[in-house]
């Protein structure tokens, strides 16, 4: 479950004018990610894409491995509410969706995970509570299993689609992808076996 968002600042205020830096930088910092990794992003780089001074990055944010967690924290974690007997349509759905539009946000994160181990912890916690919510729409004894199973597969097809661009995965429409999964992802949603 989603915390309740904050409220807005007062327009030209002073909490407003840092919430707007703040984004700024979180959206520099995302980007950077994305672009060259954990490893090769700098505070320095991030700060003059973000068009503010490094000591303030560090100010807000701390430390890189800190903003990096923000970059995660903010990142959309698909949510699975659908009830049992519908949450595998519910899950393609959002594949669908990622595999026509680029998770810049999620997408930096992963291919951060590649590459760095603070990285790879915070994709871990994200994907256990992925998981957890998968689960919990599956009626099987072996729910925990099967939503592990259905993680790694839409993992494995974000990750050849966006980062590595493997052909086939690449080029083909989403609708083609959803189509072929969805025996599958159905029988492991639905806690049967094919």
């Given at each position: 479950m989603t915390p309740a968002p904050e409220p807005a600042p007062a327009p030209g205020s002073r909490a407003q004018q840092r919430s707007r830096t703040e984004a700024r930088i979180l959206e520099a910092a995302t980007r950077s990610f994305f672009d060259v990794g954990y490893e090769r992003t700098t505070i320095r780089a991030v700060a003059t894409a973000a068009n503010v001074d490094a000591g303030l990055v560090m100010h807000y944010f701390g430390s890189k491995q800190a903003l990096f967690q923000r970059v995660v924290d903010a990142a959309p974690l698909p949510e699975i509410d659908a009830a049992p007997g519908q949450a595998g349509e519910h899950i393609l759905a959002g594949l669908a969706d990622r595999l026509a539009n680029e998770p810049v946000a999620s997408l930096s994160i992963l291919r951060s995970m590649l590459t760095t181990p603070e990285a790879a912890d915070a994709v871990g916690t994200a994907a256990i509570?992925?998981?957890?919510?998968?689960?919990?729409?599956?009626?099987?004894?072996?729910?925990?299993?099967?939503?592990?199973?259905?993680?790694?597969?839409?993992?494995?097809?974000?990750?050849?689609?966006?980062?590595?661009?493997?052909?086939?995965?690449?080029?083909?429409?989403p609708e083609e992808v959803i189509r072929l999964l969805r025996p599958a992802i159905q029988s492991l949603a639905d806690g049967r076996d094919l």
């Open positions: 509570r992925y998981q957890a919510q998968i689960a919990q729409a599956i009626p099987a004894p072996d729910a925990d299993l099967r939503a592990a199973i259905i993680s790694a597969v839409l993992l494995g097809i974000t990750v050849s689609r966006h980062l590595m661009k493997a052909d086939a995965i690449a080029d083909a429409e």
